[in-house]
Nanobody, 124 residues
Framework: QLQLVESGGGLVQPGGSLRLSCAAS????????IGWFRQAPGKEREGVSC????????YTADSVKGRFTISRDNAKNTVYLQMNSLKPEDTAVYYC?????????????????WGQGTQVTVSS
């Protein structure tokens, strides 16, 4: 049973930081690429950052480059998204998702397995 569970979301002030976790179960993380995606109300779901489970190759969207960092800990079967210098426009539900194989495209349609999402709100 393949399962992904996000955690670490919450309310933070602009300029603050959050660390999201994506815990995987039912499969071995190193055989899968993992992506972080987000969707704000009224907006299309977009790729934030993705990482290959095999070689650690990454992709990060221009909108968050230099502020967000994706990483993985295969021993814990967990992928993280460190979010620094948060802005109000980062407010969204953040999802992690998995696809078997190497990282190809960091777009939602490429990822068949999804977590339930965690809310991130950046506000004063």
């Amino acid at each position: 049973q393949l399962q992904l569970v996000e955690s670490g979301g919450g309310l933070v002030q602009p300029g603050g930081s959050l660390r999201l976790s994506c815990a995987a179960s039912g499969f071995t993380l190193d055989y899968y690429a993992i992506g972080w995606f987000r969707q704000a109300p009224g907006k299309e779901r977009e790729g934030v950052s993705c990482i290959s489970g095999k070689d650690g190759s990454t992709y990060t969207a221009d909108s968050v480059k230099g502020r967000f960092t994706i990483s993985r800990d295969n021993a814990k079967n967990t992928v993280y998204l460190q979010m620094n210098s948060l802005k109000p426009e980062d407010t969204a539900v953040y999802y992690c998702a998995a696809v078997f194989g190497l990282l190809r495209l960091c777009v939602p349609r490429m990822y068949p397995y999804w977590g339930q999402g965690t809310q991130v709100t950046v506000s004063s």
